[in-house]
């Protein structure tokens, strides 16, 4: 089995430039509520607000559940990337890849297996599993997937 660190790719420390920030965009769920009016709307409008600001000094990519990209796009500038797949939850640091880069200029990911923090039973995890994965190849990553 080849590793990220085998292939020469390695993960850069947090401080250094990079080219975009990925978010998830919060769907319906347990946590969030399913009134776009009421809890949902709120936090949907916040992160929306977090995209927005970033996306002043850099690129974002916002993905969202099936069927939000439509809502996503009235709260976000036009400039950011939305993309669709099925997701659970709104935390892409934690279901999202780690990526990694190599001397040569390749840029690489690690996609973890998600668990939602030990199935702390607080979220649905199902839809998450992807996520790492799905990034990295938006992104044109060269994926690696944990054991």
């Known amino acids: 089995m080849t590793t990220p660190r085998l292939e020469g ?12 920030t990925w978010m998830e965009f919060p769907p319906v769920n347990d946590g969030f509520g399913d009134d776009a009016d009421g809890d949902l709307g709120r936090y949907r409008r916040v992160w929306a607000s977090v995209a ?3 996306n002043r000094f850099e690129p974002v990519s916002l993905v969202c559940n099936l069927g939000d990209g439509e809502v996503a796009r009235t709260m976000v500038d036009a400039s ?13 640091r934690d279901s999202g890849p ?8 390749r840029l690489g990911a690690t996609h973890w297996k998600f668990n939602a923090w030990g199935d702390a039973g607080f979220s649905d995890w199902t839809d998450e599993q992807h996520v790492g994965a ?11 997937s944990s054991p």
């Open 9 to 20: 790719f390695s993960m850069p420390p947090e401080w250094v430039p990079h080219e975009r």
């Open 134 to 144: 799905f990034i990295a190849g938006l992104a044109g990553a060269q994926l690696f």
């Open 80 to 92: 950011i990337e939305i993309h669709e797949t099925p997701i659970g939850d709104s935390w892409a």
């Open 52 to 54: 927005n600001t970033i």
């Open 98 to 105: 780690t990526f990694l880069t190599h001397p040569d200029g």
